[in-house]
C-alpha cells in the first residue's frame, strides 16, 4: 500500500530502461546504481518490477553529472551521504575535491613559470658537461645529499651510478632544479614527482611548455564539470525538501 501511494504522488512512472536513456545509460546500469546506493531504492509492483519515480530521475541525473566533476568514487560519496540525510559529509567531499582543484591549478601555474625559467636551460652553474656528484649537487642547489637521495626514493630523481656512487647528469640536475622550486613552493613530493612525469613524457620542458595551455584547459573544463554537478545535486536537493 505504501508503494503504490509513492507512485500515486508522483507525475511520471520509469521502468529501468525509460530512466536509462534520459540519462544515456543501460538499463542495467541503473539498476547497478540503484544496488550500490547512488539512486533511492526503486518502488516495486506486485510483481517485482522496479519502478521508477521523478524523484530517482532527479538522484540520477545529479549522479550522473558530480560523476563528470568529480569522479565515481566522489560522486559515490557525496550521494551516499546525501541519501543518507548527512548533507554535512557530501558538503565536506566537495571541499575535500575543490581545495585540490584549487591546487592543481596553482601547480600548472607555477610549473609554467618554472618551465619558462628551464626551457631555455638551467643556469650555466647548473649545466654541467660532464655527470657530477651528488655532493656537487647537493652544494649548487643548497640542500644536502640526503635530501637529494630521498628526493630519488620519492621517484623524483633518478641519477646514474659510477663504480661507486651517483652521479647527475644535465637532465638529472634540470629535474633537481624544478624539484626543488617546487618544494620551496611548499609541494609534496608525490606531487613534485607528477610534475617531473609530465616532464619527461612531453619530452623536456620545451614541449611541456607547449601542453601548458591545454592542462589549464583541463582544469577549467573540470571545474565547470563541477559547477555542473553542484547545480544538478541543488536541484534535487530543491524537488525532495
Known amino acids: 500500500m505504501l508503494g503504490e501511494r509513492h507512485l500515486k504522488s508522483q507525475t511520471a512512472r520509469y521502468r529501468p530502461v525509460d530512466l536509462g536513456r534520459a540519462v544515456g545509460l543501460s538499463a542495467q546500469a541503473v539498476r547497478n546504481y540503484e544496488q550500490a546506493g547512488m539512486i533511492p531504492p526503486a518502488v516495486r509492483t506486485p510483481s517485482g518490477y522496479r519502478v521508477y519515480t521523478d524523484d530517482h530521475l532527479g538522484a540520477l541525473t545529479a549522479y550522473v553529472a558530480l560523476i563528470a566533476g568529480y569522479g565515481h568514487r566522489a560522486a559515490g560519496e557525496i550521494m551516499k551521504a546525501v541519501l543518507g540525510g548527512d548533507l554535512p559529509t557530501a558538503l565536506a567531499v566537495f571541499d575535500t575535491a575543490h581545495v585540490q582543484l584549487h591546487r592543481d591549478r596553482e601547480t600548472v601555474e607555477r610549473v609554467a613559470s618554472a618551465v619558462v625559467l628551464l626551457a631555455s636551460g638551467p643556469p650555466a652553474t647548473l649545466a654541467p658537461e660532464v655527470p657530477?656528484?651528488?655532493?656537487?649537487?647537493?652544494?649548487?642547489?643548497?640542500?644536502?645529499?640526503?635530501?637529494?637521495?630521498?628526493?630519488?626514493?620519492?621517484?623524483?630523481?633518478?641519477?646514474?651510478r659510477s663504480r661507486t656512487a651517483r652521479v647527475y647528469r644535465a637532465d638529472d640536475v634540470r629535474d633537481a632544479e624544478l624539484a626543488h622550486l617546487l618544494r620551496r613552493g611548499g609541494y609534496p613530493l608525490h606531487h613534485i614527482a607528477a610534475v617531473i612525469g609530465q616532464v619527461h613524457a612531453a619530452g623536456g620542458p620545451g614541449p611541456l611548455a607547449a601542453s601548458i595551455d591545454q592542462w589549464r584547459g583541463r582544469i577549467t573544463a573540470r571545474g565547470r564539470a563541477m559547477l555542473t554537478g553542484s547545480a544538478r545535486l541543488a536541484d534535487y536537493l530543491s524537488s525532495v525538501s
Do not use: M, N, S, Y
Not at 640542500?143 to 633518478?158: C, D, H, M, N, S
Open 132 to 160: 657530477v656528484p651528488i655532493g656537487v649537487l647537493a652544494h649548487r642547489l643548497g640542500v644536502t645529499p640526503a635530501t637529494l637521495r630521498k628526493w630519488e626514493r620519492a621517484g623524483i630523481l633518478a641519477p646514474a
